[in-house]
C-alpha cells in the first residue's frame, strides 16, 4: 500500500495517527506541508527513521524545493515518479 | 496608538494562508508603526532561505520579508525553541530576525493589545 501525507506533523497529528496503518512492505510518501518529515533532525524523523528499511520513504522534490529544505531521509521523488508510484501500487490512501 | 502583534504558524506554500499574513502585516503597517511579528511553531519554515515555490506554481514571498525593515516593521521575532524542535537551528534565514524563546515570546505577546494570531 501507498500512504500519501499531506500535513506537517507539528501542525497536525495526520502522521502519529497514520503510523498505525503502517505495514512491512508499505510504501510512504510526503507531499506539500508534510515534506518537513523528512528535511531535518527531529522527533517524528527519529520515528520514521526507525520503520526504514521495512517501509519505503518518498519525498516530492518540487515540494521541498518549494520550500527551500533539501531531503536527509528516504529518496526524493519528481512528479514523474510520484505518478509511477501510485501505478505501481494497487492501493492508496492519502491522510489529510 | 494600539500595539498590535501578528502571530503566523504555518508553513509556507501548503496553504496561502502564510502569504495573506504577510500581505496582512504589510497593510497594517500602513496605519501603526507599532507593530511586532512573531514567526512560531512551523511558521519558521516561512523564513528559510532560498525557496523555489515556482515549481509548485506559488509566489516567493519569503524574499518580501526583506521589506519589512523599509516599512518600519522593526519588532521581528522568531522562535528559537520551534526551530531547535524541527532540526532546523543552524539554518541560514532570509532575514535577521530576533531569536527569542518560547517564553519570552509569551511575555512579549503580552505587552500588545491586538493579537492576530493565523
Given at each position: 500500500m501507498l500512504h500519501i501525507i499531506k500535513s506537517s506533523p507539528f501542525s497536525k497529528s495526520t502522521f502519529i495517527d497514520s503510523l498505525a496503518y503502517f505495514n512491512d512492505g508499505d510504501a510512504l510518501l510526503f507531499i506539500q506541508d508534510a515534506?518537513?518529515?523528512?528535511?531535518s533532525q527531529h522527533k517524528y524523523a527519529k520515528i520514521l527513521q526507525d520503520l526504514l528499511p521495512k517501509i519505503s520513504v518518498y519525498t516530492l522534490t518540487e515540494d521541498l524545493d518549494a520550500r527551500g529544505l533539501k531531503c536527509i531521509l528516504g529518496q526524493q521523488v519528481s512528479y514523474l515518479e510520484f505518478v509511477n508510484l501510485t501505478v505501481s501500487h494497487s492501493q492508496i490512501q492519502t491522510w489529510n | 496608538m494600539l500595539r498590535a502583534a501578528f502571530i503566523t504558524r504555518q508553513v509556507p506554500h501548503g496553504s496561502s494562508l502564510a502569504r495573506e499574513t504577510q500581505d496582512a502585516i504589510l497593510a497594517t503597517s500602513a496605519l501603526t508603526e507599532d507593530l511586532s511579528v512573531f514567526f512560531i511553531g512551523d511558521g519558521?519554515?516561512?523564513?528559510?532561505?532560498?525557496?523555489?515555490p515556482q515549481g509548485i506554481a506559488?509566489?516567493?514571498?519569503?524574499?518580501?520579508?526583506?521589506l519589512f525593515e523599509l516599512y518600519d516593521i522593526e519588532n521581528v521575532y522568531v522562535c528559537v525553541d520551534s526551530l531547535i524542535e524541527r532540526g532546523m537551528d543552524d539554518i541560514e534565514l532570509i532575514i535577521d530576525a530576533e531569536r527569542l524563546s518560547q517564553s519570552e515570546i509569551n511575555q512579549c505577546i503580552r505587552q500588545h493589545a491586538i493579537i492576530l494570531n493565523f
Open positions: 515534506v518537513v518529515m523528512t528535511a | 519558521v519554515y516561512q523564513l528559510v532561505s532560498k525557496q523555489k506559488c509566489r516567493d514571498f519569503a524574499p518580501t520579508f526583506g
